[in-house]
């Protein structure tokens, strides 16, 4: 089964973990349902942040959303580039699927909305 990338930005009201916690599931939440994605279907979920954001780590809300342990998911910082939206969390999801990438719904919520227009 082929593997697929699905991108997908939000912003955090604060840098807390209860508020990064829950941007971060909301997200999850709206790329899952949206494309059709169940955690079995997940290779792996790459999470960035902002700077500003570093009260907790993005891939901890899965644990919190019941998914498995053994899901590959790695945290990182974005490049600090003057001028970016500030609070941000990004996901890329590879996930196996059959769908094409033209049917891949890539989901930016909150102020992230405004990425896509840059095709970030």
């Not at 916690?21 to 960035?48: P, R, Y």
Request: glycine share 4%.
């Amino acid at each position: 089964m082929p593997c697929q990338g699905i991108r997908g930005a939000i912003t955090a009201s604060a840098n807390t973990r209860e508020s990064i916690i829950a941007a971060t599931k909301d997200l999850l939440t709206e790329i899952t349902t949206a494309n059709d994605v169940t955690a079995n279907d997940i290779a792996a979920i790459f999470f960035t942040t902002t700077p500003d954001l570093n009260a907790e780590f993005p891939a901890a809300a899965t644990r919190e959303m019941g998914w498995p342990h053994y899901l590959a998911l790695i945290d990182g910082h974005e490049m600090d580039v003057p001028h970016s939206l500030h609070r941000c969390i990004r996901i890329l999801m590879l996930v196996n699927t059959e769908k094409t990438p033209e049917q891949i719904k890539h989901i930016y919520l909150k102020e992230a909305k405004s990425l896509i227009s840059r095709s970030t």
